[in-house]
């Protein structure tokens, strides 16, 4: 289950065409990977080539998702160090979702809906409070 929800908003998301990195910042590690544009998506969690489909299917986290990558809960809320600004801009309903999350900063983001476009490398932040899944499954 991923991608989108028919429920609310769909996003506008330009795809990325070059190669760019993402260095996603847990709070044991930094695992840094390098996106690849013709392997997007990578797997069928969030939207295609959304910092949820990254992390999981690149890098490998379990990053917490329970309502499957389809922006209907707040559980894969990350926090976008560097690089934001090359991402899509957030929906309303995706604010909504980031309500309910704790310790939401300017640069909060729903990692299943924040779509990078390559144009810049980024650094994502996996909050302390939200670290079970990522630290039990790498």
């Given at each position: 289950m991923g991608g989108s929800n028919p429920y609310i908003e769909q996003i506008e998301a330009k795809a990325a065409t070059q190669s760019?990195?993402?260095?996603?910042k847990t709070p044991d590690?930094?695992?840094v990977v390098e996106v690849d544009p013709s392997k997007i998506p990578y797997g069928p969690?969030?939207?295609p080539?959304?910092?949820?489909?990254?992390?999981?299917?690149?890098a490998g986290l379990d990053v917490e998702h329970a309502c499957g990558g389809v922006?209907?809960?707040?559980?894969?809320?990350?926090?976008?160090?560097?690089?934001l600004e090359t991402c899509?801009?957030?929906t309303d309903d995706?604010?909504?979702?980031?309500d309910e999350a704790p310790a939401i900063t300017?640069?909060?983001?729903?990692?299943?809906?924040?779509?990078?476009?390559?144009?810049?490398?980024?650094?994502?932040?996996?909050?302390?409070?939200?670290?079970?899944?990522?630290?039990?499954?790498?």
């Open positions: 760019f990195m993402v260095t996603i590690e930094n695992v969690t969030g939207q080539g959304s910092l949820l489909d990254i992390a999981m299917a690149a922006c209907a809960c707040s559980t894969c809320h990350v926090i976008v160090k560097e690089g899509n801009e957030a995706e604010l909504d979702q980031l300017l640069q909060s983001r729903l990692a299943c809906q924040c779509v990078p476009d390559g144009t810049r490398n980024l650094v994502v932040e996996i909050p302390e409070w939200n670290k079970n899944l990522v630290k039990e499954g790498h």
